[in-house]
């Protein structure tokens, strides 16, 4: 006898539907599995076996084949397995086949035939959705996690007797054990900008980051506290929006870094390590999976000591900076992974730190390997360059420049702004708007035009690092509730771009 299960393979962060086609006839006994599966596929066969016998079940003695369609596509893990067991008792006349047409399956078995959750929960939901299919069946720890996506009939089960037991139209009082959060550390308090003492001028360039999306770079000697403005500023950004919550649970879902739960609620802030490997930063590897830059998607990447990082991993970001997204390619396949961050970034000026005064020992040669370590093309698509030296020993011991609250509440309005006038655009922010955006949005008056047209004529701009001003001062003008971007918004953006840190003489920056 023939029976179908419909299932979904994972393939980037969305999902692929798959029709487990199970055909149980006489012969020799034989299992085989087809379908272009991995390593984890093919060793299902033990873990179907096992679990059908200890949930009571008999394994048919006869020649079972199991095609996971369409047989092009390559499916990777175990999440295959309850759809393959479904097949199998449904082929066997052990549960009842037709109930198997409106639904879908997926999970991983245990070999006493439990329910393991898997990876991706979020992604099957809203492919079955779109698929039509009126009911999916997962997992009991990845029910929850399912259940945000409307329109479609969630049913969380914990072994393959329960579903068994579902698909014969009986109910089931099964809940699973909440699964319990890691105790907080006593002492960590949440992270604040009034912990920072000084450094006015970099906390109003992350002001500006965090209002427009824009990328920064903080550039100092060691110890000036470039570290701790970075990890400050995901406490700024603004809440995320349902849509947004809902892609970053996607993407960690599907990377494994979720084992159940609801809705993500924080932004991610991501800070790899500086060794870290070009596909382990935007991507990729033998079974393609997503990399530091999609993991910070809607969130912040730092990277500490960024001329410390490898040159081709950086090298790697410039795409995903630039466009938002990167496409990784294995075997004939393409995953696409979202890639809308804010960068923020922090390097010493020289190999020791201490350019510019007398404590620096390093010689010309030095200063210039130093600088070839980051690349021309890398920093055009950095937004703020933001000079941080040691605060004054006055600063020290005074009260806190800024609060993060107040700062919120700035940042927010802004992006309030930004998302009613690009409303029905896909940019949500100023730093993703398009040129042609740009051109709609961002009407200097003469001033502006001529200062910003200096800038560029004296060969210190770029095309693109035109564009990118443009959209600061936009971002300056939002903050300050400016419909117009004045002559001032744009010299503030230049400081901040050529390194002169908002000087308020046209000048010095062009």
Not at 8 to 19: C, H, K, M, Q, Y
Not at 40 to 48: G, I, N, P, S
Not at 230 to 258: C, K, N, W
């Amino acid at each position: 006898m023939l029976a179908h299960v419909i299932t979904f393979a994972v393939r980037g962060i969305e999902s692929l539907r798959v029709t487990a086609e199970v055909d149980v006839h006489r012969g020799l006994p034989a299992f085989s599995i087809v379908g272009l599966g991995d390593q984890a596929v093919r060793e299902a066969r033990e873990r179907v076996r096992a679990a059908l016998h200890n949930s009571g079940f008999r394994f048919p003695q006869q020649r079972v084949t199991v095609n996971l369609a369409p047989a092009y596509v390559r499916k990777v893990g175990a999440g295959f397995d309850l759809a393959i067991a479904l097949g199998i008792l449904a082929a066997d006349d052990q549960i009842p086949a037709e109930r198997l047409r409106a639904c879908a399956v997926f999970g991983e078995l245990s070999l006493g035939g439990g329910l393991r959750p898997g990876r991706g929960a979020l992604a099957i939901a809203e492919g079955a959705a779109r698929a039509g299919i009126a009911t999916l069946i997962v997992p009991a720890e990845n029910g929850e996690e399912a259940g945000l996506v409307p329109d479609i009939d969630v049913r969380a089960a914990g072994s393959l007797g329960a579903v068994a037991a579902l698909l014969r139209g009986e109910e089931i009082d099964y809940e699973a054990e909440p699964a319990v959060p890691a105790a907080p550390d006593p002492v960590a308090e949440p992270l604040d900008l009034s912990d920072v003492r000084g450094h006015a001028g970099p906390i109003r360039a992350l002001t500006i980051a965090a209002a427009g999306g824009h990328n920064l770079l903080m550039s100092g000697p060691p110890g000036t506290g470039k570290t701790m403005l970075a990890r400050r500023l995901p406490s700024i950004l603004p809440a995320m929006t349902q849509d947004e919550a809902i892609e970053v649970t996607r993407i960690h879902s599907v990377a494994g870094l979720r084992s159940g739960g609801g809705l993500a609620r924080e932004r991610p802030f991501r800070a790899p390590h500086h060794t870290i490997s070009p596909s382990g930063l935007v991507g990729g590897g033998a079974v393609p999976t997503p990399g530091e830059a999609s993991l910070a998607h809607n969130g912040v990447l730092f990277l500490d000591e960024l001329s410390e990082f490898p040159r081709n991993a950086l090298e790697a970001l410039r795409q995903p900076l630039e466009d938002g997204r990167v496409v990784v390619v294995r075997k004939q396949q393409a995953a696409i992974y979202p890639t809308r961050f804010v960068l923020a970034a922090a390097t010493n000026p020289c190999p020791c730190g201490h350019a510019g005064t007398t404590r620096c020992r390093c010689t010309d040669a030095d200063h210039q390997r130093h600088r070839r370590r980051l690349s021309g093309p890398l920093l055009d698509r950095i937004d703020l360059l933001v000079d941080v030296q040691r605060p004054a020993a006055s600063e020290l011991r005074a009260g806190p420049v800024a609060r993060s609250a107040e700062l919120r509440d700035a940042v927010e309005a802004a992006r309030e702004r930004q998302r009613s006038r690009l409303r029905g655009t896909v940019a949500r922010c100023n730093a993703e708007m398009s040129p042609m955006l740009v051109r709609e949005h961002v009407a200097l008056d003469e001033a502006g035009e001529r200062l910003l047209r200096k800038a560029y004529e004296a060969g210190r701009l770029s095309a693109r690092g035109h564009h990118r001003v443009l959209k600061v001062a936009r971002t300056i003008a939002d903050l300050a509730s400016s419909e117009s971007v004045g002559v001032d918004d744009v010299r503030v953006a230049l400081g901040w771009r050529l390194d002169v840190e908002g000087s308020d003489d046209a000048s010095a920056v062009a």
